[in-house]
């Protein structure tokens, strides 16, 4: 359907068929750019983490080409340097924080950003306390970085020496910001059905907007998922996840949408079973 002008002059994204295409879109350039550019380069094992590591990267830089590569990496998942020092309810509630107390906030580093507000949402929302996704995700980049630093005059040479455990930093970091993505998809799956469930019930129906915006942000970063050489769900099961979801939702009760949501729930499964998810949580 063609994109409406709303009364109050906003532009109304959502199609007839209940694609909300500023949600799909958004949710899915967050993993076909920022999850794959970090996952696919500059910490990918075989390529950006083959970077030199002897001499600054251009004249009058201070660090060098590897620690450059990790840098970017780390700026892709979007965390504020206070992440960890912060419970995930603190930063739930608010995305900026003024560590230097100076009344301004520096997006470089007091400001968190994309996938990393993700991450710290699944962990403030999981039902059991052992969720730990931001800070699993974080202590990587950390210690990588460390790692590097430590090794400063030493170039890396695939599977040998510090690359080695650099590659397992790396992993752990891009597994973790795996796991909350996914952890999102189920959180979609979870609202998407909860809308079409109202529509039956003694309830206020749930609108189409929210419909075609819960299953647009759980395709979205459904196929985002696709996007890391390391992932932890196989091709085969995540191409059945998305045959399962099919390409737009079913916006109404009845028999179609009961035989939708049993579809969902199967995705839903797969999920759980390749990320290792608590029935709890899930």
Do not use: C
């Given at each position: 359907g063609?994109?409406?002008i709303q009364s109050n002059g906003?532009v109304?994204?959502?199609?007839?068929?209940g694609?909300d295409?500023?949600?799909?879109?958004?949710k899915?350039?967050l993993g076909?750019?920022?999850?794959?550019?970090a996952?696919?380069?500059?910490m990918?094992?075989?390529?950006g983490?083959?970077e030199?590591n002897?001499e600054?990267?251009?004249?009058?830089?201070?660090y060098?080409?590897?620690?450059?590569?990790?840098?970017?990496g780390?700026?892709y998942?979007?965390?504020?340097?206070?992440?960890n020092l912060?419970?995930?309810a603190?930063?739930?509630?608010?995305y900026?924080?003024d560590t230097?107390?100076?009344?301004?906030?520096?997006?470089?580093s007091e400001?968190?950003f994309g996938?990393?507000?993700?991450?710290?949402k699944?962990d403030a929302?999981?039902?059991e306390?052992n969720?730990?996704?931001s800070?699993n995700?974080m202590?990587?980049?950390?210690?990588?970085?460390?790692?590097?630093?430590d090794n400063?005059g030493?170039d890396?040479?695939?599977?040998?020496?510090?690359?080695?455990?650099?590659a397992?930093y790396a992993e752990t970091?891009?597994?973790?910001?795996?796991?909350?993505i996914a952890a999102t998809?189920i959180h979609y799956?979870?609202?998407y059905?909860?809308d079409?469930n109202?529509l039956?019930?003694a309830?206020?129906d749930?609108?189409?907007?929210?419909?075609?915006?819960?299953?647009?942000e759980?395709?979205?970063f459904?196929?985002?998922l696709q996007f890391?050489p390391?992932?932890?769900i196989?091709?085969v099961?995540?191409?059945t996840v998305?045959t399962?979801?099919?390409?737009?939702?079913?916006?109404?009760?009845?028999?179609?949408?009961?035989a939708?949501?049993a579809?969902?729930?199967e995705?839903r499964?797969i999920?759980?079973?390749?990320y290792g998810?608590?029935e709890?949580?899930v």
């Amino acid at each position: 359907g063609e994109l409406a002008i709303q009364s109050n002059g906003a532009v109304d994204f959502v199609s007839d068929e209940g694609l909300d295409y500023q949600q799909l879109i958004q949710k899915f350039l967050l993993g076909a750019v920022t999850y794959s550019q970090a996952a696919e380069d500059y910490m990918k094992a075989s390529k950006g983490l083959l970077e030199q590591n002897s001499e600054e990267d251009g004249a009058g830089k201070s660090y060098t080409s590897l620690e450059h590569q990790w840098d970017e990496g780390f700026g892709y998942f979007g965390a504020q340097r206070d992440y960890n020092l912060r419970t995930d309810a603190e930063v739930k509630a608010a995305y900026e924080f003024d560590t230097d107390e100076n009344d301004l906030i520096d997006l470089y580093s007091e400001y968190t950003f994309g996938l990393a507000q993700n991450a710290n949402k699944r962990d403030a929302g999981a039902q059991e306390g052992n969720v730990n996704f931001s800070k699993n995700a974080m202590d990587a980049f950390l210690n990588g970085r460390q790692l590097i630093q430590d090794n400063f005059g030493t170039d890396p040479v695939q599977g040998e020496g510090y690359h080695k455990y650099l590659a397992q930093y790396a992993e752990t970091a891009l597994n973790n910001w795996e796991n909350a993505i996914a952890a999102t998809v189920i959180h979609y799956i979870n609202d998407y059905t909860a809308d079409i469930n109202s529509l039956s019930s003694a309830e206020e129906d749930a609108s189409f907007a929210d419909i075609a915006k819960h299953w647009s942000e759980m395709k979205g970063f459904a196929l985002s998922l696709q996007f890391s050489p390391v992932a932890q769900i196989s091709v085969v099961d995540l191409t059945t996840v998305h045959t399962l979801m099919g390409e737009a939702p079913v916006t109404t009760a009845g028999e179609a949408a009961d035989a939708y949501l049993a579809d969902l729930a199967e995705a839903r499964d797969i999920l759980q079973a390749a990320y290792g998810f608590s029935e709890n949580n899930v």
